[in-house]
Structure formats: C-alpha cells, structure tokens
C-alpha cells in the first residue's frame, strides 16, 4: 500500500462557504476551476485508479484558514473544514484512512478547542499549520499553547509554507516576480520556520513532538553544512551591540534538533533531492506524499514521478516499505493491515 500524507483537496461544503468569505475568492475561483479534482471525487478517484493500493490522508490546500477572515470567521471556517474532511474519511475509508485538521491560526482559544474536537471527536490524525501566521513566526509565546497540546496527543503536525506575491524580492520594490515568491519563497519559509522552533526550544521542551515538513525539510538537508559548522559560530557574525539577536539555551548543537523534523517525498520526481533528504534526515523520518493536484497534468503527474521516484532509490524492500506506508501508520497510529 502507498499512503499519501499530503495530497490537498478542498471538501464541497468549505469550498463554497469560502468562496464567500474572502476577499481572495475571485483567485481561488480560478485556481479550483483549473483544477477540478480539488472538489470532483469522481476525477479524483479516477486518477487514484491509476495506481494500485494508494490512498490519500487530507489535508486541506492552501491558503491557510486565517488568512480568509477575521477570528470569528476563521473559526467557523475550520470547523466547516473539519466536517467535511471527516465526512468523506467515513463515507470513504478505503480511499481516505485519515484526515489533517485545519486550525483558525488567528483565534487561539478557538483553536485550541478545535484541536480537541478535531483529533477527539472526528478522529483526526494530526494539524496542518502553516510557516507564518499572517506574517507572525510561529515561535511567538502565543502559539506555543498548541505546541505542547499537540505533544500531548502524540500526533503529527503538518508544517506547510505560505507566502504570497507581496513579499518582494528586492527591498527596493514592492511585489515579488515571476512567482519567484512561491519557487524560491516557499523552501525559504519552511526553513526559516523550522529554524525559528528549533532556537525556540521547541524540542528541547517537547523532545517527542513530530513535526512533518512539506517538501523534505525544505533547503535545511542541502545546506548541511552551512547550518552545522556555521550556527556551531552563532554570533561570531553579530556585532556586540545586537548579541540579543543569537543567544539562545540549547542543549545541543542547532544541527542535531533539524534532524529530529520530518519529511515527505513531495519533491515532484525529482530523485537527487529526494536521496539527499534522505541521508539528512534518515529512513525512518521520510513520508511518502505527493502534493497532488497542483501538478501540469492537474492531479496525475506528482503521485506517478513521486512513486517513480522512491521506486528509483537504491533501498532495502522494508525501507521503501517505509516511506510508503509504515512511518505513516506509526506516526498517525493507523490499525495495521490484516
């Protein structure tokens, strides 16, 4: 069996309620209307044919839930989303083994309930939080509530980038080109998300806490070397005035807390990259996913270059065992197969 922990789907109640809250509808109109499968089951099914024994866990696409209203309506956005995920793992199960929750980002009390709801009374098998939350990092003491819940439960939390044409280049202007936000943003999102937890003490305070990032960890496993010798010189490049900006209480080298994040395979085929994060991050911290639809061929390229991909990789029958399947029972506590 393949397990697909992050393909991305839009369930029809959301999609529609969101379309009417945000000001952002007339962009998603477009971008769901080229892709279809991110609400028609029936093409969605169709191309999940194609490949013998994979099944998708959900979560929902981007943009995060915050970003679509104020708090008030995000929460009812989170809650509509968490619906509709859970009624299509029920009514589909064999398709679907699993969903992610969706989290109101900017409404703290409402979001900590809905991680309770969420996992205790839908069965959801983890949350999906994105890089930033409307432009705040993730490690301010605010969000840290939710860190500790989550260690609680003893489930994963998807971690995904965001980032939008606003953030420019350059600081002399004023809007990002050519989508560079999104080609060269995102891995940077990740990055710094996972770095800014990292010197947070997340790990150190949570040290079973499983955090799953979109795209293999993003830039960290391929600059290794940067981010090993050169934070063990943390503040050597700090002027004396700013020393404020380094100092941190970590018990460890910085290299050491990168390695305990995890990974999925959505690197679209690509095998370099994908053996790479491999080494960085070990065999039992990769995931397979796809980031299915938002391919050329609008669903079907990414889950087939992916799975070619892994099939492509010089490894043991029970180690690709693993990334298709085992390291997402163990960390979503799936039942085994019979």
Same mark, same amino acid.
């Given at each position: 069996?393949?397990?697909?922990?992050?393909?991305?789907?839009?369930?029809?109640?959301?999609?529609?309620?969101?379309?009417?809250?945000?000001?952002?509808?007339?962009?998603?109109?477009?971008?769901?209307?080229?892709?279809?499968?991110?609400?028609?089951?029936?093409?969605?099914?169709?191309?999940?044919?194609?490949?013998?024994?994979?099944?998708?866990?959900?979560?929902?696409?981007?943009?995060?839930?915050?970003?679509?209203?104020?708090?008030?309506?995000?929460?009812?956005?989170?809650?509509?989303?968490?619906?509709?995920?859970?009624?299509?793992?029920?009514?589909?199960?064999?398709?679907?083994?699993?969903?992610?929750?969706?989290?109101?980002?900017?409404?703290?009390?409402?979001?900590?309930?809905?991680?309770?709801?969420?996992?205790?009374?839908?069965?959801?098998?983890?949350?999906?939080?994105?890089?930033?939350?409307?432009?705040?990092?993730?490690?301010?003491?605010?969000?840290?509530?939710?860190?500790?819940?989550?260690?609680?439960?003893?489930?994963?939390?998807?971690?995904?980038?965001?980032?939008?044409?606003?953030?420019?280049?350059?600081?002399?202007?004023?809007?990002?080109?050519?989508?560079?936000?999104?080609?060269?943003?995102?891995?940077?999102?990740?990055?710094?998300?996972?770095?800014?937890?990292?010197?947070?003490?997340?790990?150190?305070?949570?040290?079973?806490?499983?955090?799953?990032?979109?795209?293999?960890?993003?830039?960290?496993?391929?600059?290794?070397?940067?981010?090993?010798?050169?934070?063990?010189?943390?503040?050597?490049?700090?002027?004396?005035?700013?020393?404020?900006?380094?100092?941190?209480?970590?018990?460890?080298?910085?290299?050491?807390?990168?390695?305990?994040?995890?990974?999925?395979?959505?690197?679209?085929?690509? #095998? &370099? %990259?994908? *053996?790479?994060?491999?080494? /960085?991050? !070990?065999?039992?911290?990769? $995931?397979?996913?796809?980031?299915?639809?938002?391919?050329?061929?609008?669903?079907?390229?990414?889950?087939?270059?992916?799975?070619?991909?892994?099939?492509?990789?010089? #490894? &043991? %029958?029970? *180690?690709?065992?693993?990334? /298709?399947? !085992?390291?997402?029972?163990? $960390?979503?506590?799936?039942?085994?197969?019979?």
């Amino acid at each position: 069996m393949k397990i697909d922990i992050f393909p991305h789907i839009f369930p029809k109640p959301f999609h529609e309620k969101m379309l009417q809250s945000s000001e952002r509808a007339g962009f998603m109109q477009k971008r769901v209307r080229e892709i279809p499968v991110m609400v028609d089951l029936d093409l969605r099914f169709r191309i999940m044919d194609q490949h013998p024994g994979y099944v998708q866990v959900l979560t929902l696409a981007s943009p995060p839930i915050e970003s679509f209203g104020d708090p008030k309506t995000s929460s009812e956005l989170a809650r509509i989303a968490n619906d509709g995920m859970a009624e299509l793992v029920a009514k589909y199960p064999d398709r679907f083994p699993a969903f992610v929750a969706s989290l109101p980002m900017n409404n703290m009390e409402a979001c900590l309930l809905e991680v309770d709801r969420a996992i205790k009374t839908l069965g959801a098998r983890g949350i999906q939080i994105f890089s930033n939350v409307n432009g705040r990092p993730l490690d301010e003491p605010e969000f840290r509530p939710l860190f500790e819940k989550m260690a609680a439960h003893d489930l994963p939390i998807w971690l995904h980038p965001s980032r939008s044409q606003n953030f420019p280049d350059y600081q002399t202007e004023k809007i990002s080109r050519y989508e560079l936000w999104w080609v060269f943003g995102w891995p940077y999102e990740t990055s710094i998300a996972m770095s800014r937890l990292v010197f947070a003490g997340i790990f150190d305070t949570f040290p079973d806490l499983k955090i799953i990032t979109h795209h293999l960890g993003a830039m960290i496993p391929y600059f290794e070397g940067r981010v090993g010798p050169g934070l063990d010189q943390l503040g050597s490049r700090t002027s004396d005035a700013d020393q404020a900006l380094v100092t941190h209480n970590l018990k460890r080298r910085p290299l050491d807390y990168f390695r305990m994040f995890y990974g999925d395979t959505a690197l679209f085929g690509a #095998l &370099a %990259p994908l *053996e790479c994060g491999l080494a /960085f991050f !070990g065999i039992d911290h990769i $995931l397979f996913g796809s980031d299915m639809p938002f391919d050329p061929e609008k669903g079907t390229m990414y889950i087939r270059e992916t799975i070619r991909a892994v099939d492509s990789m010089t #490894l &043991a %029958p029970a *180690e690709r065992e693993k990334i /298709f399947e !085992g390291n997402a029972r163990r $960390l979503l506590k799936l039942p085994k197969r019979n």
